[in-house]
């Protein structure tokens, strides 16, 4: 029986209790790790599909295509893509806003439970999920594990969200008025997610901007289209109607481009390169003919973080959480520890234990769930090991430095690590996003809150410390989006830790915070005299 005012291929779901983040899967239980190599065996057996534009809901081909690999194996199909150009912007946009007019009065009941589906669909299939990620990424088990768990949490949360932001009010009710606060959607907006977390970023920023009312046009990265693909079918099964999601994967210097400036792109939610971001935030900015309004950008951008190790610090946890954050998916994610500050007391031993910790680390094919896969791509192999080089002369090679050969030719890299390197020098400013680790010292605390400030970014940090009132300093002084006290500055969950950065790192939106769907709706007052 269909409900009154609900599209009827969307089921009404209501969230079931409180929100609770998705558990990790233990990989040592031997069902969980049968069900994750049954799961890459069946990825395994789907790789090189091709898969279609989706604009308002039709399948569409264009003559140039994107080739996603495996970065493990660059022989390896992952999937072949449709590639959105110029001649696709307008369709796209005139889909988006078509559904818009609808998808904007939808009730916010059916918009939560079109996410809450999603999540249902992931969760019963997460290990595919995790094997695509696998595939197409180079994610080991675990990382990719997180990664579809982050997917689903986002899911629950938003749509949790959504339904609290539908009973906002004013704070007080002024005498003789009925007075009303609505969050209403924005419009039509360009999503544009990186490849690093290829599935629960992209998923997050859209459907944080499908569950507020707005339509999206989803250029995922060139890097990752497959996964994105996957997900869009998700939504589909869950009943979301045509143009609400429209995808399109394309060249960021021409499709990509032509949405940010189009005049009826209301926002643009993007994650990536600083270069990028800042890009997008200028071209933004100009008003084009027929726009009415201010677009918004929503950015979360890169990151140069620290991990401050003072001398009263726990060393096997300082050592372990460093390890972790530094080398855990090769580096490649923008809160990733690359700079380590140690107090001068103890920096000769944390310099040798970190360095027996990392030689334990293997390197190779994630299928088979080394520490380490593969970074992205070509390019990044060929900048790290030009970072590497730099860092040879900036200081001294503790661990790795060099990019082992496979015989598939994957793009591996040693996990790295460089001591005495100067608190301005390449190695501890620029961003890497690989795994190279630079190790600082410093003579004390406050000169060591000083380094962790001195970058142009503020994204994560984590200060490992048994003195409260270096904690509490460190709370106030060190200008981060995010801070860890006494554990690593990776793994945000979602409710917990709402992330995003300060200066360079973006405009702190807190994904996975209560203020993030306030990004892509826009405050209406109501006042009726009574």
């Given amino acids: 029986m269909a409900i009154a005012g609900v599209s009827p291929s969307i089921q009404l779901r209501a969230p079931r209790g409180v929100f609770a983040n998705q558990p ?18 069946y990825v395994a057996a789907h790789l090189g599909v091709e898969y279609s534009l989706i604009i308002g809901g039709k399948r569409l081909k264009t003559p140039e295509k994107i080739r996603s690999i495996n970065p493990a194996r660059p022989a ?33 009941e059916e918009r939560a439970s079109l996410l809450l589906g999603a999540a249902e669909i992931i969760r019963k299939r997460k290990f595919e999920f995790m094997a695509w990620l696998t595939y197409e990424v180079g994610k080991n088990w675990a990382e990719a594990d997180a990664d579809v768990g982050e997917t689903i949490d986002f899911l629950e949360f938003y749509a949790r969200e959504a339904l609290r932001l539908a009973q ?5 009710q002024y005498p003789g008025e009925r007075d009303e606060l609505l969050y209403i959607p924005l419009g039509v ?12 970023i992209m998923a997050g920023m859209t459907s944080a901007a499908i569950v507020s009312g707005n339509t999206v046009i989803l250029k995922p990265s ?32 021409t499709f990509g481009n032509a949405i940010v400036e189009h005049p009826k792109t209301r926002f643009i939610s993007f994650t990536g390169s600083k270069a990028v971001g800042l890009e997008i935030h200028e071209r933004a900015a100009h008003q084009q003919p027929g726009q009415i309004w201010i677009k918004r950008t929503i950015l979360e951008m890169g990151g140069k973080d620290s991990i401050l190790v003072s001398a009263d610090a726990d060393l096997d946890a300082a050592v372990a959480g460093v390890a972790a954050s530094a080398f855990g998916f090769s580096g490649q994610k923008c809160s990733a520890c690359s700079r380590a500050i140690i107090e001068a007391p103890i920096y000769e031993i944390f310099v040798e234990r970190l360095r027996e910790r990392v030689a334990t680390l293997t390197v190779g094919d994630p299928v088979a769930n080394r520490d380490l896969g593969p970074v992205i791509n070509q390019p990044a192999l060929d900048s790290i090991l030009h970072y590497i080089e730099l860092g040879k002369k900036e200081g001294a090679l503790v661990a790795g430095g060099n990019a082992p050969a496979t015989g598939d030719g994957g793009y591996f890299v ?20 690989g795994p190279v680790l ?18 142009e970014y503020g994204l994560t940090g984590s200060v490992y410390s048994t003195n409260r009132d270096r904690l509490n300093r460190a709370r106030t002084a060190f200008h981060v989006g995010n801070l860890y006290i006494n554990r690593k500055c990776t793994g945000a969950m979602v409710g917990a830790h709402p992330f995003g950065g300060f200066n360079m790192s973006g405009t702190d939106s807190k994904a996975g915070g209560p203020d993030y769907l306030y990004l892509f709706t826009q405050a209406k007052s109501v006042g009726e005299k009574l």
């Fill in 76 to 108: 390896q199909l992952v999937g072949i893509h449709q590639k959105a150009g110029t001649a696709q912007v307008e369709p796209a946009m005139t889909a988006a806003l078509r559904a818009f007019d609808s998808w904007s009065k939808t009730s916010v």
């Fill in 24 to 41: 990790f899967t233990d990989f040592n239980d031997p069902e969980n790790a049968r069900s994750m190599r049954r799961a890459l065996d």
């Fill in 222 to 253: 060139s890097e990752s289209p497959t996964i994105a693909a996957r997900f869009v079918e998700v939504l589909e099964e869950a009943g979301m109607p045509d143009g609400v999601v429209n995808f399109c994967p394309g060249s960021g210097a």
């Fill in 438 to 455: 630079a190790l600082i010292k410093v003579e004390n605390f406050e000169e060591g809150l000083r380094v962790a400030n001195n970058t």
């Fill in 189 to 200: 907006g360009a999503v544009i997610p990186p490849w690093n977390f290829a599935f629960a």
């Fill in 414 to 433: 040693e996990p790295t690590i460089f001591s005495e390197i100067p608190p301005n020098g390449v190695l501890a400013q620029e961003e890497i996003f």
């Fill in 168 to 172: 906002a009010a004013p704070p007080i």
